[in-house]
């Protein structure tokens, strides 16, 4: 039996952020996903889309549906989101209402894909790791742990995600 396909929708947030010297400057760029993903050699079938290049801070509720939207009518059942982490919780949330019976996993990082020491590959790593074999539902793959991504929060203080109680 062949393996499920993953959907990728990026968002923007830190994980897709280029450093620009000339402006002193964080600025999301085109994303960097898919040369993630092939220099890790993912032979799963996947699709990137980009649907924005958006500080998570920015979203609103339009891109929150947008998201949604995408996730809900995409032909795939297993779904990673790249998303700043900032307000990757709220998000969640409006997937979780919105799309049943997906197992939809969102990350990010807590600094570039592009810097040497980054958590990028190794949380998209895990989101695609819990996207083939997490239940449906909406999860958060950060910080070296899947969370149920309604009972997660960012520790902005540690620089990490916890599990609520």
């Given amino acids: 039996m062949a393996p499920s396909p993953i959907l990728v929708l990026t968002t923007g947030g830190t994980i897709d952020k280029n450093y620009f010297d000339a ?15 092939a220099e890790a050699r993912v032979t799963l079938p996947y699709r990137v889309v980009e ?9 609103t509720d339009a891109d929150r549906a947008l998201i949604a939207a995408a996730a809900r009518e995409a032909p795939e059942n297993r779904i990673v989101i790249t998303h700043g982490t900032d307000t990757m919780t709220d998000t969640a949330r409006v997937l979780a209402a919105e799309v049943p019976g ?3 996993v969102l990350t990010g990082a807590l600094s570039p894909a592009r810097f040497a020491e980054t958590d990028a590959p190794f949380n998209l790593g895990m ?21 149920d991504a309604l009972r997660v929060k960012k520790d902005r203080e540690a620089g990490r995600f ?4």
């Avoid at 402006?23 to 999301?28: A, K």
């Avoid at 916890?162 to 109680?165: E, N, S, T």
Wanted: proline share 6%; no cysteine.
């Fill in 102 to 104: 997906k197992v939809i």
């Fill in 127 to 147: 989101a695609f790791a819990a996207a083939q074999t997490a239940a449906p539902g909406v999860w958060i793959a950060m910080s070296g742990q899947v969370f």
């Fill in 23 to 37: 402006l002193s400057e964080y600025q999301i760029t085109d994303s960097g996903i898919p040369a993630l993903l």
């Fill in 51 to 59: 649907l924005m290049r958006k500080d998570s801070l920015d979203l």
């Fill in 162 to 165: 916890v599990a609520l109680p």
